[in-house]
C-alpha cells in the first residue's frame, strides 16, 4: 500500500522554495578568487544567479484538503459530509520552516527536503495530526510547461513517508477515522505514505507576491509493510509499473500504476504539459489507458478526464479504475499504454514491452570515509527492486556503473567551469558490477567508501553518481532523472588539530559559508571573528543539532562529521583561541593576513582624502594624505618580512580586495565595520581612530583626561553620549598591535627553535622616499625592527604618541582631526591644546558611501 491506495487524502495549494544561489555555481566555493558581487542578483548564471539571499527554506502555503477517497472506493470533497475537506495542510507551526538542500554544487539532481513537517489542521479542533516527513530528494524532474524558462518551465516529485508524532481524532471525520484503522497500533509512531507533484515555480525577482511561489498537489494514503512481497512497502517509489513517454529516452515525465485486488491505480500527476508554468494542461486529445497486447489491437480499460475542471486539484493526477477478470489477466501479463484520440492520436506512454523496471529505494548518500587508511572502507547499501508487469522479477542481474555525466554538466553551468575531476579516484568508490535479484525480486548492492583525498580543491570532498539498469550495463549518459542514479558525497578526510584556533582552522571553513549563504551575515558574519565569538552558543546549540533539525547547520549538510565535531571544539572552548603560531607555514599565513590588512586601510582613507575639496581643510587632507602613505610602507614592510622567511605575497587574486562595508581581514577590530566614506568628524572618529587603536595605558590616559573624544555609544554596554569616563570600556584584544605583538613572539620562538632562514634580499623592496624606514628583511633583528616600525607609526609606543621620526602616530593624528587641536606636550602628559585645527564639512564632496560599479548611475543595467 502506498499514496495511491484508500483511504487517501488529495490535497493542493502552493509551496515556497527559497534556496540560496550563490552556491549554484561550484566556481564560488573558491574563496581565494570569490568576489562580493556574486553575493548580487544576476541575470542567468551571473553574479549570484536569481536568488542569492535566500534561506534554504521550504514551506507549504495555503494547502487544503481537496477531496478524500474512503475505503470502498468512494470519495467526498464536500464539508458538511466530512470535516476534514477544507481544512488546511501545513508546515511546522511551532519551529523553524524545513529546508531544501543540494546534495553538492555539482549535483543539484536530488535535492531533499530536510527538517520538514507536514501537519493537519494544527491548533484546530476536533482532528489533526503531526508528523515528520522522511527525509527525500525530488525525482522525475522535466521540463514540463511549453512557455517560460529557467527553473518555471520544470516539474518534479516528492514521494517519502510521514511520521505521525500527534494524533486527535474526535471520530467526527470517517475518513480519518478509516485512516486510523490501517495501523497495525496506536497512530503516534505509525507511518503514513506521501507523495507530491510541484510545477510553476517562479524564479522573477520582480514578482514580489509570487516570488519563489510555486504549485503543489499531493496525495496521503496508507503504508502497510506486508502488502508487498517485499519485506518491507518501498518509501520513495511506487512499487508496481512505470509508463514511459514515447517522445524520448531523455523524458522523466512517467506515469506510474499499480494493481490492488481488482483496482488499477495509476498516478498521471507529474505526466502532462501545461500550457503556461503551473497553469491548465496542454489538450492532447481524450486520452485512455489501455492494455497492449504483443498482438491484436489495444484494450481500453477506461478515459482519464485530465482536462475536467479542477481534476487537478482534487485528484493530484490519480484515477482509479475496476479491472473486469479478463482485464486482470490481461494487464497481469501485457504492457499497459496510454492512448491518444485527437492531434496527438497514438500511444504517449508505454510500459517497457516485457514490463520490466528497476528502482533503487535509497539512492543519495553523505559519507564519512574511514579515518584511517588502515581503518576497514566504509561501508553504505542500497536495495534494488526489480519488478516485470508490477510482480517480482527474480534472477535478473542488474549492472551498475560510475556514470560522470550529471555531475560535469553542473560543473559547466556557471561562466567559469568548477572542478571537472569527479567520480573520481574510482578505487574510493567500489561495488560490484553487477547483483541478482533473490526470489522477491531485491538485490542489495553493497559499496565500499574509502577517502577520495581533495580532487576537487577548494570544494571538499568528492561527489559520485551510478546508473543502473537490468541485463547489461547502461551506456554512459544514457540515464539521467536524479532518482534513477545513485548519488553519493564523500568528505575528504580530516584529521582534526588537538586545540583548533580561528585563524588556521575555523575561518577557512566558516569563510566559504559566509561568502555562498549572505542571508547569514545580518545574524552572523560567519567570516567575522567578533560576530562568531559574540554568537558562539547559539552556533554550539545549532552544531550540536541532529542532522533531520532543521536548525542543522551547515543548513547544506555537505561538512564532514569530523570538521563539524572540530568546529564545536572550538567554540566550547573558554579562550576561542584566535591564532597559534608554532609553524613556519602558520607564520606565513598571518603575514599574509598582516599585508591584507594594510592594504585594507588604504581605500578608505583615500575615500575621506578624496572627498576634500581642493583649496579646502588643508590641514586635514595632509594628515589623512601622510597616513596613506605609510600604509603603503607598513605594507610593504610585511611583505619583506614574508619574502625574507621563504613566502610569497599574494596580491593578485580576488581575495585580496577587501569589501566595503565589511571588518578588518583576520577579524582584528573586529567590533568595526569599515565603510568608505566622505571625510567628516564621525568617520575619522568612529572608522579610523577605532582601525589605529592602540592598547597601551597612553590610550587609558586619554580616554579619562579627554572622554569627549571617545563619547561614542560602546557595542554592547549601553553607554550613551555624555557618559562619564569611568564607564568607558577598555578594549585590549585583537587589535592591530596585539597582531603585530604576536607575529613578533612568533618570529622569535621559531629562530629560536631553528625553524626560520631568513634571506631571499634580491625579492624585497628597499626603494623608499617617505617618512620612516622601509627595512630589508636579513634576520631576526631587522624583522622585528620592521614590525616595530609598523606599530610605532600606527599606535605609537607606551610613553610616547611620536614614533622614532618625531611623527604623530597614525591614531594621534586622527584624534588631533576630531579634537580640532595640535596634541602638545603639557609637563608629564599630553594634551590636544596645542593650534587649531579647522575643519569644514561643506569643503567635502557629498560623495556615495561604499561606491561600487554595479550600483553607479553610469554603470550598464541587465535586462531583468
Avoid at 516539474?155 to 471525520?173: E, N
Avoid at 508496481?240 to 481488482?262: E, F, W
Avoid at 561501508?379 to 560522470?404: M, R, W
Avoid at 566614506?677 to 589605529?692: A, G, H, P, T
Wanted: negative net charge.
Amino acid at each position: 500500500m502506498s499514496y495511491l491506495n484508500t483511504p487517501r487524502l488529495q490535497f493542493a495549494g502552493q509551496f515556497q522554495a527559497d534556496p540560496s544561489t550563490v552556491n549554484n555555481d561550484p566556481e564560488h566555493f573558491n574563496t581565494q578568487t570569490f568576489q562580493t558581487n556574486f553575493q548580487e542578483f544576476g541575470n542567468g548564471p551571473n553574479n549570484g544567479w536569481w536568488n542569492p539571499k535566500g534561506t534554504g527554506a521550504w514551506r507549504l502555503v495555503g494547502c487544503t484538503v481537496q477531496r478524500v477517497y474512503y475505503k470502498d472506493g468512494s470519495w467526498c470533497d464536500d464539508p458538511t459530509l466530512d470535516p476534514i475537506i477544507g481544512m488546511s495542510i501545513t508546515g511546522a507551526d511551532r519551529r523553524v520552516e524545513g529546508k531544501i538542500v543540494d546534495l553538492d554544487s555539482e549535483n543539484q539532481s536530488v535535492s531533499q527536503l530536510w527538517g520538514f513537517q507536514v501537519l493537519l489542521n494544527p491548533g484546530g479542533p476536533g482532528i489533526s495530526f503531526q508528523s515528520d516527513f522522511e527525509v527525500a530528494a525530488f525525482g522525475d524532474l522535466w521540463g514540463r510547461c511549453l512557455t517560460g524558462g529557467g527553473d518555471e518551465r520544470y516539474a518534479a516529485i516528492y514521494q517519502s513517508q510521514l511520521h505521525i508524532k500527534k494524533w486527535v481524532d474526535d471520530k467526527s471525520s470517517r475518513y480519518l477515522t478509516e485512516l486510523a484503522s490501517t495501523f497495525s497500533g496506536d497512530a503516534v509512531g505509525s507511518s503514513l505514505s506521501i507523495k507530491f507533484n510541484i510545477d510553476g515555480f517562479m524564479m522573477d525577482v520582480n514578482q514580489p507576491a509570487s516570488f519563489t511561489i510555486g504549485r503543489i498537489s499531493g496525495a496521503i494514503g496508507p503504508v502497510a509493510a506486508t502488502s508487498t512481497p517485499f519485506p518491507a512497502e518501498p518509501k520513495h517509489f511506487v512499487y508496481g509499473r512505470t509508463l514511459t513517454p514515447t517522445s524520448g529516452p531523455m523524458a522523466y515525465n512517467y506515469a506510474y500504476a499499480q494493481i490492488v485486488g481488482n483496482n488499477l491505480f495509476l498516478d498521471m500527476g507529474n505526466s502532462l504539459t501545461t500550457l503556461t508554468p503551473g497553469g491548465p494542461f496542454q489538450d492532447q486529445g481524450r486520452l485512455h489507458l489501455a492494455i497492449a497486447p504483443a498482438t491484436g489491437d489495444p484494450q481500453v480499460i477506461g478515459e482519464i478526464r485530465y482536462l475536467d475542471c479542477d481534476w487537478y486539484n482534487k485528484t493530484a493526477g490519480i484515477c482509479c479504475f475496476t479491472l473486469t477478470n479478463d482485464q486482470l489477466y490481461s494487464a497481469q501479463r501485457n504492457p499497459l499504454v496510454i492512448l491518444s484520440v485527437g492531434p496527438f492520436a497514438g500511444p504517449l506512454f508505454a510500459e517497457a514491452p516485457d514490463g520490466s523496471n528497476v528502482r533503487a529505494d535509497e539512492y543519495v548518500f553523505r559519507v564519512d570515509p574511514p579515518a584511517k587508511d588502515s581503518d576497514p572502507a566504509t561501508q553504505i547499501s542500497t536495495t534494488f527492486y526489480a519488478t516485470s508487469f508490477g510482480s517480482p522479477l527474480p534472477n535478473v542481474k542488474v549492472y551498475a556503473i560510475l556514470d560522470p555525466t550529471i555531475l560535469i554538466g553542473y560543473a559547466y553551468q556557471g561562466p567559469i567551469p568548477g572542478p571537472t575531476t569527479v567520480n573520481v579516484p574510482a578505487d574510493a568508490f567500489t561495488f560490484p558490477a553487477n547483483v541478482t535479484t533473490a526470489a522477491d525480486g531485491s538485490a542489495t548492492l553493497q559499496i565500499s567508501v574509502k577517502n577520495p583525498g581533495n580532487p576537487r580543491g577548494y570544494i571538499d570532498g568528492q561527489v559520485y553518481a551510478i546508473s543502473y539498469q537490468i541485463g547489461s550495463a547502461p551506456a554512459i549518459g544514457a540515464i539521467q532523472n536524479g532518482n534513477q542514479l545513485i548519488s553519493a558525497l564523500v568528505f575528504s578526510r580530516y584529521t582534526p588539530p588537538t586545540k583548533p584556533n580561528w585563524l588556521m582552522d575555523v575561518q577557512p571553513i566558516f569563510q566559504q559559508y559566509a561568502d555562498l549563504y549572505p542571508v547569514m551575515k545580518p545574524i552572523v558574519d560567519l567570516g567575522n571573528y567578533a560576530s562568531v565569538r559574540q554568537k558562539r552558543y547559539i552556533l554550539q546549540n545549532v552544531f550540536q543539532s541532529d542532522i533531520t533539525d532543521p536548525n542543522y547547520m551547515p543548513v547544506t549538510r555537505d561538512l564532514s562529521t569530523a570538521k563539524r565535531n572540530m568546529l564545536l571544539t572550538w567554540l566550547q572552548d573558554d579562550e576561542l583561541t584566535y591564532m597559534d603560531l608554532d609553524s613556519v607555514d602558520d607564520l606565513k599565513k598571518a603575514l599574509q593576513i598582516a599585508i591584507e590588512l594594510e592594504h585594507s586601510t588604504i581605500p578608505p582613507y583615500l575615500s575621506a582624502l578624496y572627498s576634500i575639496k581642493q583649496g579646502a581643510n588643508q590641514e586635514v587632507a595632509a594628515l589623512i594624505n601622510s597616513v596613506v602613505m605609510e600604509e603603503m610602507l607598513h605594507m610593504a614592510q610585511a611583505c619583506n618580512i614574508l619574502i625574507a622567511i621563504g613566502g610569497t605575497p599574494t596580491l593578485n587574486n580576488a581575495d585580496f580586495i577587501p569589501a566595503y562595508p565589511g571588518p578588518l581581514p583576520g577579524g582584528l577590530r573586529a567590533d568595526l565595520t569599515v565603510n568608505l566614506r566622505r571625510c567628516s568628524i564621525e568617520q575619522v572618529r568612529d572608522c579610523f581612530m577605532s582601525i589605529e587603536e592602540p592598547e597601551d595605558p597612553l590610550k587609558v590616559k586619554l580616554k579619562l583626561l579627554f572622554p569627549q573624544l571617545f563619547n561614542k555609544p560602546q557595542p554592547n554596554t549601553g553607554v550613551q553620549k555624555g557618559v562619564g569616563p569611568q564607564q568607558l570600556p577598555i578594549e585590549t584584544v585583537y587589535t592591530i598591535g596585539w597582531f603585530y605583538d604576536e607575529i613578533k613572539d612568533a618570529l622569535k620562538q621559531l629562530s629560536r627553535d631553528g625553524k626560520l632562514i631568513f634571506g631571499n634580499t634580491a625579492d624585497q623592496i628597499t626603494e623608499w622616499h617617505g617618512t620612516g624606514i622601509l627595512h630589508l628583511v636579513t634576520d631576526l633583528d631587522s624583522a622585528l625592527a620592521g614590525i616595530d616600525e609598523i606599530k610605532e607609526q600606527g599606535e605609537g609606543n607606551n610613553q610616547d604618541p611620536y614614533d622614532a621620526d618625531a611623527e604623530l602616530a597614525h591614531y594621534y593624528k586622527f584624534a588631533e582631526i576630531v579634537a580640532g587641536k595640535r596634541l602638545v606636550q603639557v609637563g608629564e602628559t599630553y594634551l590636544y591644546a596645542g593650534a587649531t585645527i579647522p575643519f569644514d564639512p561643506a569643503g567635502v564632496w557629498p560623495t556615495t558611501d561604499n561606491p561600487r560599479l554595479v550600483t553607479s548611475p553610469m554603470a550598464p543595467k541587465p535586462n531583468c
